[in-house]
């Protein structure tokens, strides 16, 4: 999956999670399932879990930068 084309499905992603009170829920809650089940690449995955504050926080581990040079480029609908 190209990166055009995994931002416009992040994208959309976001916008029916910010509709979708259920979806929303289910996003928080299992985020790599949901995003999996949607086709994302896992580094598209990655990306979204950073930008939108999902990740856990490992001690010790330092998590670099976007790995697609971020794969949104705006999350506060979702946050």
């Keep these: 999956m190209r990166l055009k084309v ?4 992040l994208r959309e992603i976001v ?3 910010n509709e979708d009170p259920k979806y929303m829920e289910t996003l928080r809650c299992n ?3 949901v995003l999996v ?4 690449p896992y580094d598209a995955i990655e ?3 950073r930008e939108a504050g999902l990740q856990a926080e490992v001690s010790g581990y330092a998590i670099p930068e976007c790995a ?3 794969a949104l480029t705006n999350v506060d609908p979702f946050s």
Aim: one cysteine or more.
């Design 15 to 17: 916008t029916r999670a």
């Design 68 to 70: 697609n040079t971020c």
């Design 6 to 9: 995994a931002r416009i499905k």
């Design 47 to 49: 990306d979204f879990l």
């Design 37 to 40: 089940e949607e086709g994302l």
């Design 31 to 33: 985020p790599i399932t």
